[in-house]
């Protein structure tokens, strides 16, 4: 699964220093075809810090309805989601704060039963809305059972990051990319326009 951030003309650094994420949402691309209704979650298990998470997992989106290109689509680099349904918790880009070493953005994408609605004990997440979330319970208690894919990226506000290192080259058109090797994940930021996770581990999430 892979997470691209458009962001124009907005330039993202060739190493860890204070990387912006746009706040736009993400497209949810996969590497292949995939039937069916989907959900897809992003959560930061590291809020407020690693060191002190007391307002963890902070809930960055929740949107339901997603489906993929088909198995009878023509083959594709990448097949983009399409977003059938409103966002239960709206998107908000990541924003560690400063005191912070890296956190952890996980995306995970489960599919989502016919029958799906929000459980009970999870009704007042919203945009206003988004401390101590639960992903695993959540999942549980909505039936959607283990995620299909996850991904996760390192997000840091500090000119230091744990647990991550930094391998800079650049593409043809002289820009920069920094690969950024996590505990299991890479993560490469191209350029001008796009930041794209590659796939990533449920085991990476902390609950």
Do not use: K
């Not at 647990?163 to 800079?168: G, K, V």
């Amino acid at each position: 699964m892979t997470l691209n951030w458009q962001c124009g003309s907005q330039q993202f650094l060739s190493n860890v220093d204070s990387p912006t994420v746009p706040a736009n949402a993400p497209v949810i691309s996969t590497s292949s075809p995939m039937n069916g209704d989907y959900l897809f979650a992003l959560v930061d298990p590291d809020a407020e810090s690693p060191q002190n998470p007391n307002i963890s997992q902070y809930l960055h989106f929740l949107q339901p309805g997603l489906t993929f290109p088909s198995s009878s689509s023509a083959p594709a680099a990448s097949y983009p989601a399409t977003f059938n349904s409103a966002p239960i918790v709206p998107y908000t880009q990541p924003a560690p704060p400063s005191f912070s070493t890296a956190h952890r953005y996980i995306g995970l994408l489960f599919s989502q039963p016919s029958n799906f609605t929000v459980p009970a004990n999870f009704q007042q997440y919203n945009a206003s809305y988004r401390m101590f979330f639960n992903i695993t319970t959540f999942a549980a208690e909505a039936g959607l059972g283990a995620p299909v894919l996850a991904n996760y990226f390192l997000v840091s506000n500090q000119t230091m990051t744990a647990n991550a290192t930094t391998n800079a080259t650049t593409t043809s058109t002289g820009m920069p990319i920094a690969t950024f090797t996590g505990e299991a994940q890479t993560l490469r930021v191209a350029g001008l326009c796009i930041m794209a996770g590659v796939v990533g581990a449920y085991a990476a999430l902390v609950v």
